[in-house]
């Protein structure tokens, strides 16, 4: 399974961005599948997560309210839809997949990963 993560870029404080992560592989639909983000200095931590069916979510206390997360297994496609961002948002974006875990937010659990996709919120 490879997963691809594109979306990202530069925008205001206040402003909105959409993240999509796109998978290869007919299992998709059968696994979790999460968004974690990096900023610099700083370890990687949990954003938001999905069940396999898109069921149910769940979301770090930073982002709730503000980002969601769904996904379009027909598509292959999990989004990240995240509005009212602040500067400390800003970090690289990586969707993650193949857990078996419900709404796991530990990276560890996770079995593919993506490269992903620089988020810049100015002020």
């Known amino acids: 399974v490879q997963l691809q993560a594109f979306g990202g870029g530069l925008v205001q404080a206040g402003g909105y961005l959409r993240l999509s992560c796109a998978a290869s592989?007919?299992?998709?639909?059968?696994?979790?599948m999460g968004w974690f983000r990096q900023a610099p200095g700083k370890e990687r931590e949990f954003v938001a997560a999905i069940s396999w069916s898109g069921g149910s979510t769940y979301y770090a206390d930073s982002v709730k309210g503000r980002f969601t997360i769904s996904r379009d297994n027909a598509k292959n496609t999990v989004y990240l839809q995240m509005n009212s961002l602040k500067p400390e948002d800003t970090a690289v974006y990586y969707c993650?997949?193949?857990?078996?875990?419900?709404?796991?937010?530990?990276?560890?659990?996770?079995?593919?990963w993506g490269h992903g996709t620089l988020v810049t919120v100015s002020s």
């Open positions: 592989g007919r299992t998709f639909g059968s696994y979790g």
């Open positions: 993650a997949g193949g857990t078996a875990q419900a709404l796991s937010v530990m990276p560890y659990t996770y079995n593919y």
